[in-house]
């Protein structure tokens, strides 16, 4: 049952939103591609590795770097720039301060049972699941709102996108 699951849920990432990536990116080069696909929020690798592998006849070992690097870019960003984005937001306009006191107040405390559980290791968890609007992007987002310092979260963030790079070859090889 869960390998039907799996199935489709390539079959599905290869189709995403049905946006047709190979003919949106058909005049540049396939690494490129690739790489552009991979920055793409909801589709992230898991469109990226199936089409570089399947569409556009790259090597494992190149599809798989261009699609991490990709998806890794706009994370790293995500963690370098979304804090002292909302610090300049919430010292100028208050509308923004009471934004952000309710956002962290509100998700901390609906989060924060689970966060206990898994502590820091919910950032690498939740890079690493590949799964529609679950992965990649959710990560570093879970780093800014538990305020977990660079220092720790990109490693973990570089460690789960690589953990869903390999998840989502394998899956993509194996079906």
């Not at 929020?41 to 399947?54: N, T, Y």
């Not at 706009?74 to 909302?86: E, R, S, T, V, Y």
């Not at 699941?129 to 977990?148: D, E, K, M, R, Y």
Request: hydrophobic share 55%.
């Amino acid at each position: 049952m869960y390998l039907i699951f799996l199935r489709y849920f390539i079959h599905d990432t290869l189709y995403m939103i049905h946006i047709d990536y190979s003919h949106i990116f058909g005049n540049i080069p396939p690494q490129l591609a690739t790489f552009l696909i991979a920055m793409i929020p909801i589709s992230e690798l898991r469109a990226a590795i199936p089409i570089g592998i399947k569409v556009y006849h790259l090597s494992v070992w190149s599809t798989y770097f261009w699609s991490v690097l990709g998806n890794l870019v706009p994370m790293i960003l995500i963690l370098l720039i979304l804090q002292p984005i909302a610090d300049f937001l919430s010292a100028h306009l208050r509308i923004f301060h009471k934004f952000f006191e309710w956002l962290f107040e509100h998700t901390r405390k609906r989060g924060m049972k689970k966060f206990e559980t898994w502590g820091e290791a919910a950032v690498f968890v939740l890079t690493a699941t590949p799964i529609p609007l679950l992965g990649g992007w959710s990560g570093p987002l879970v780093a800014f709102v538990f305020n977990i310092k660079l220092k720790k979260s990109i490693p973990l963030v570089i460690l789960g996108c690589m953990a869903a790079g390999i998840i989502v070859t394998g899956l993509t090889l194996y079906f």
